[in-house]
């Protein structure tokens, strides 16, 4: 009765409390799935039973070593879905000297109520109908002994509370199973602790939950059987949401709609603006000159995501609420890590890919593969030097400009070896803020014309001799590099401008 009496509560509390901003606050419809394995300790006692032949007093206790759960849940409605879960146990035991296999399950399907307030405690409950088996031990003769399993069925009730702060999410639930029949009717009841902590945001819409489950089993079937289990493990949790309609801005929302501000700042503490700000992965919408953006979204929670070029990805939930402006603040880190080059390496003549070349980079050094490709991993932020050697081939060195945790490509061009060939020249013309400028390279005494790309690199093939290089670019002062070339040689060097004082 009293758990009658409890879930009528949350029922009332779920139809008015927990959708009192139903009318205004569209929360999407929401897909869990909990996958459980982990270990349990048992013991369990019975007492023989008139009803059931060769059931002697017998005991199994020891540790589990195989437990695991499955449990999903779909809320269709801010306050009203469906649950199931079913949970099994495997272990050995031991009875007048043989050894057998056992296991315990138990499966239930309910309807479920939850009461979810803005600062992310919740209130849940379900009532609904299941099965579960006490494993017992049998004796058809008095020197054999096997494992069976009894079963009860009848309604299954649960109770639970939970705080979700940031990324960590915790809750504490009690389960009740009340038997109405089956071979033996057993009595149940499962405290449970939940603690994680959210990972990784796969999508706007998808979560990825890594935490530990612990709690106990309690049995009992009047004097006749009992038994206590404790169970722990880890759980992976994925949770996925409905999309959501797209942010709206300010001047168009209703006015129940509630008000995000979301406000973004460099590590100097300078307004990131430009950066761009997505919302439950919606179209981007950049910050202004302030490094702010104010939407409203629709009420409920929401996934804010800032990204801005050369800074790490930054992103938090945020609860939205009828008639209130929230403000949602990012501090944009850097990004400093190395990154990666990668290239093909090929025949000057015919473009022919080379196999088996070796990159160097630093005292860092690949092969390329059959195709002449190749990925040097870790290397840089900044200017690398990149050195390629091919048999039967001049050797070809070449700057990469890596960004900080990204991707460059650099590919080689190799000439043959051969005496009298042209010597190459390699280079790359860069600000002294690191950043591409339009750049022009004239070789004094060569009528030839030096093609400089738009990433500041050029490449020229002159005679052997010496050779002075005039670097020059708009608002930059220009700079002269002298150059003593063999036949054959390959020479390289990276030029930085600076800029013109004003």
Known sequence: M?????????????????????????????????????????????????????????GISGVTPFHYRLEASVFFLRFLGVEADMLGDSFRVAANGNR????????????????????????????????????????????????????????VARLGVGLEKGRFDGSLNA???????????VLTVEPRLWLGARVWDLAPTASLWLGGDVGALLERSGETYSGVTVRFGLAARLTLHAPRPSAKPVEGAGASDGVLLVRATLPDGAPAKGADVSLDGAKALPLDASGELRVSPGNGSHLVQVSLAGYRTASERVDVVAGEART???????????????????????????ADALVNVAEQSVRTGADGSYVLEKVGPGPVQVRVDAQGFNASEEVAQVPPEGAATLDFSLEPLGKGSPATVRGLVRSRSGGAIKASVTVRGLKQKVVVNAEGRFVVSVPAGEYTFVISAPGHISQAKKVTLADGEQAIFHCELLTVAR
């Open 2 to 58: 009293l758990q009658r009496r409890a879930f009528f509560a949350l029922l009332i509390a779920g139809l008015f409390g927990g959708s009192a901003r139903a009318e205004d606050a569209y929360v999407p419809p929401t897909l869990s799935v909990q996958l459980l394995g982990g270990a349990s300790a048992r013991d369990t006692r019975l007492q023989p039973l008139a009803a059931l032949e060769h059931v002697r007093a017998s």
């Open 100 to 155: 057998f296999d056992a296991q315990r399950w138990a499966g239930r399907a309910a309807v479920a109520l939850r009461y979810a307030s803005q600062g992310g405690f919740t209130l849940s409950g379900s009532l609904g109908y299941g099965a579960w088996v006490a494993p017992v031990v049998v004796h058809p003769t008095l020197s054999t002994a096997r494992a069976e399993q009894l079963v009860s069925h009848g309604p």
């Open 175 to 185: 389960i009740v199973q009340a038997p109405v029949g089956g071979d033996l009717r």
């Open 328 to 354: 949602s603040t990012f501090s944009l880190l850097a990004l400093t890590g190395p990154g990666r080059v990668s290239g093909v390496v090929r025949a000057a003549a015919g473009a022919k890919p080379l």
